[in-house]
Every structure is written in C-alpha cells, then in structure tokens.
C-alpha cells in the first residue's frame, strides 16, 4: 500500500534538513580549526571549499613549536589559580550577603538590601572602576583579578532565594536547641542549598576562566596573565622572529594549534558541564 | 519626637544584642560594595574636574561651564555622532536577528518527532556558549583572514582577496553572525523550558476542532510562549545601549573604526589608553545616564503588558 504525502511529511523532512544544518554549522568551525592545524600549511593556503581530513602532507610541526611556548603553560596555572581561589572567594561572599539578607530578624536588612540593589543600577563605569584599582594599590597584583567582581548580585539573589526556600521550621528548630546563626548556616542552610552552589561554582568558574580584558589593564607582569590573555595576545600578534623563529609559513597553523590546544580541555569537560548548565538556567530563571 | 528617637536607639540596642553575629558575618559584604562599588560611584565626580592623579579626586579643580567642559566637548566632537550611530546599529542589527533566531530554533526542535535526534541538536548547537570570547573571535578572525576559509568562499562570488574585517562594511554583519553562532543554541533553553509549560490538553483541544500543526503552532504554541518572547525582547530593548566592549575589542582594528567603534571601546580608549580620565569617565556617564533611561521606560512597559516587572 502506498502512503501519500502529506504536507506534515514535507516540512518533518525540512526540518530535519534544517536541524541538520544546525548541527553543522555549530560543529564545522570547530572541526575546521583541527583539521586545519595538522594541515600542510601551503596547501591550507591554496585549499578552496570543504575540509574535513588534513591536506597531507599531514605535519606536527604547530603543535611542537605550540608546546614549546612557555607563556602557555604559565597562563594556564595561573588560570587554574584564579579560578579556584577566586571561586572561593565568590562563595564565601556571596554566602554571607546572601544568608544575611534571607533573615527574617535584622532591623537593618534593608539598608543592606538597599545598598546591594542600588549597585545593580548605577555603577561608576570603566575609568572610575580602573582608577578605584589604582588607588587601593591593587595594580598588577593577582588580587585584582579576584576581589572587584567577589560578589556577582545575580548570583546573591539566587542563593538567598535558595535560602528563604529552606522550611523555616527547620531553622527555628535548630535555634530552640540554642544553635548560634553561624551554626544554622553551616549545619542546616549549607547542606540543604548544595544544588544552587554547584549551580553558583559553574557560573562563576566560567566567568574566571572567560576573563581577559580586566587581566590586560590591571596586571604588568606577564607571569601573572591567565591563559585567555595570552592566547589573545598570541593570536593577535604572534611575534614571528621572537616566538617561533624562521618558520614564517607555519604562523597560522600555530594559531589554529593554540586554539585547539586552549580549547580541549573545555571539550573534554563538555559533556558533564553541558547537563548541569542547562539545569542552571532552569534554577536562574525560575528563582531569579 | 524626642520619646520616638529613645525608643529608636533601644531597638537598636536590643536589635545589636541579639544579631551581632548576623551583623558580624555581612559585615565583609558591606565592605566590599563599599570599596568596590560606591568608592568608584564617588569617583564619576572627575567628570566634573579637570582630574590630575598627583592631585587626587578632591583637590582637582572644577572646569568650566559648571562643570560640564567634557560634556559639552564630546557633544560636539565628530566622535559624538558616529559613536550613538554605530552603538544603534549594532544593537537593533543584533536585536531584529538575533531575537528572532532563538525563537525559530526552539520552534523546530519542538516539531521534532525523533527525542533522540532532538537530543543531538541541543547538545551539538550548545557547544559554542562553552568557547571563550577570546576563542570565538580568535576563530573569527582566521575564517575571515585574507586566507580564510568564509572569506574563499566568498571570493567565488568575486568578492576581492582581502581580510574581510579591513572592510568596513563587513564588521556589523561579523558582529551578528557570531554572535548568533554563540548565543542561537543557548538561548533556546529559555524557549524550550516555556514550551514543555504548555498544556497538553490545549493541543487536542484544537485537533479536534480540525486544526492542521502550523494551525496549532498559531494559536496554542505561539501564544503559550508570548510572555517569555516578550520578556526577552524587552531585556534586549533595555540593553540597546549597552554594547560590551570586549567582543568589539578582540575584532575590529584602526581601518574600520569609522563603523565598528562604540561608546564602551571609545571610552577604553580614550581613557585606558590616552590617559583622558575626565573626558572619557563624562563619555561613560552620558552612556550611563541614556542605558538608565532607557531600561526605566522598558521596564514600566514590561509591567504593564505582562504584569511581571523586570526588576
């Protein structure tokens, strides 16, 4: 039996095409750049349309001058120690202010609240910001990098909702037994508001390891550059003769190197990250 | 009036005795907005001064005309003009596509039969939002070089062998086009979470009065999502002034200034760069000044359509 078609039929086969499309267009780029990075570099040159196997013949060559950077490596262990420490930071911060704030008892809460709020609105801007740095002498130092963005309000206000959604019997209850507010935080709120701080350690752990600009106005001396830094300073002026010596013809080939080589690390955390964001928008958007 | 004030400073008192600790534990807080927030707020005054660093903010001297020289200097530079041009440009360019594309997307995804394949879309068209903005116009910026592969592909249509970002024209559509590729697939999540909110009952409803899927799509799908269509393009409209500086930095270049240079890059430069504190901090007040505006208005706009306020 022969079935008709439909004009359902039509557009489900279109949109597949479409959504096909989609996948290609989010994934080529990428798969471009590798393939890119192991190809001859003056056949890369005179290559026209697809490329989806390296042009032989098939070369290491950006990948061994790539390691040899050393700024690379320095960037990376200094990106792995803003993003811990500064992730610490953010949460202990962010804790605070919004433990504080989800109290029922304070007379002050709202001058507090007040204060939070107000910044959301009006912020001094680029040149007061960089200036206010200056002054409290924290120029080229690491602490520049951590301390002006401590608390992200967003953030704040998503846990402190996480907070007021704890049952308020369970807080009363612990206070009967005569624990001190430090103790509730600590034994009941805390434990009971974990989903929110992985939620929180996600969002501001990709803030600090996406961070580049404050690095290039704040910080002087190059060993303290987290690794976005250098990889835009790399890519945006690769110094031939200093970096890579006489291998002129092999300069974009190192670029698309860098990039994989800064970028797998991401890819390969991918999958696991992927699900908890999404869940992460969900809590932001619904509780925000 | 005088009964009021004691009964004041005892609540205080009783209100200290019992929270100390709660006081103790924001107390951090209050410190940081203090020396992060407010201390650079008291600084927009260098706006108003002609600022000297060895001076300090509070012994700089006023300008003239009460104040307002670098105002009324950046009104009248030839800056002033092409800056709010190319600031709007970019944004409604970036508003009338990029509203849109996540719309569309979460639309289709919807219409997929195949949760399997569905699944491999969404993953697949996330995977940008995870790459850094430093990656992501690092990419750009070799596809579009004088060998890159966008630009080879354009030269079979007999565009000159050139870096399309040394074209002037080309820079608001790079801008677009990235930005979509980054933010399209993400920011259907929004869309989808509305979508699966819908009523299940509401689309046999409309079976069974004969309605065909893009009769349904009309009058059940659409609908059930509007508000957060609507939301979504109000945050937009609230920030149209509000182009970040760092995306623009990592792409354009000198050559192209004359359409890729905004309010925030024109403030980085003239600051950061040249060293004209009081100038470019009145720029960024202006630019502060307008983004308030604007964001008040669509709020209230946003209150009274949906009744959910953005604040």
Redesign the interface.
Known sequence: MKKRIT??MI??AF??F??LM??V???Y??L??VVASFSDPTE??RH??I?LMPLQPFTLEAYKMTFQLPQLLTGYINTIFYVVVGVAVNLI?TT??A??LS?D????KNI?AF??IF?M????????????I???GLMDSRWALI??G??SVTNMVILRTAFQNVPSSLREAAEIDGA???QV?FKVMLPLVKSTLAVLVLYYG?AH??A??EAS?YLIDKDKYPV??I??QL??SLNVTEDIGDLVQYV?LI??A??VV??AP?LVL??F??KH??KG??IG?LKG | MKNNKLNYINRFCKDMKKYWKAYLLVLPVIIYFILFHFKPLYGIIIAFKDYRPTRGIWESPWTDNFGLKYFLEFFKSYYFLRLLRNTLRISLSCLVFGWPAPIILALLLNELKSEKFKKITQTVSYLPHFISTVIICGMVNLFVSKNGFITQFLNLFGYPEQSLLSDPNMFVPIYVISNIWAACGWGTIIYLAALSGIDGELYDAAKIDGANRWKQTLHVTLPGISGTIIIMFLLRMGSIMSIGHEKIMLLYNPGIYETADVISTYVYRSGIENFQYSYSTAVGIFNNVINFIIVTIFNKISKKVTEVGLW
């Not at chain 1, 008892?105 to 002050?108: D, E």
């Not at chain 1, 609105?121 to 206010?132: Q, R």
């Open positions: 004009g359902g557009f489900d949109n597949i479409i959504m989609v996948i267009a989010s994934a780029p990428f471009y750049v890369l040159a026209q349309g490329l911060m605070l202010g433990y504080f109290m008892g304070p007379m002050h507090v204060m939070v910044t609105y009006f912020s001094g801007g680029m040149i007061p910001s960089y200036l206010n200056k002054d409290l301390l002006p401590a608390i001190t507010i430090i935080l990709v390891w996406n580049w600009f106005i976005q830094l990889v835009q890519l945006s974009e670029r698309y860098i990039i800064t970028t991401i991918y999958p990250l992927q964001f999404a928008v969900m958007a």
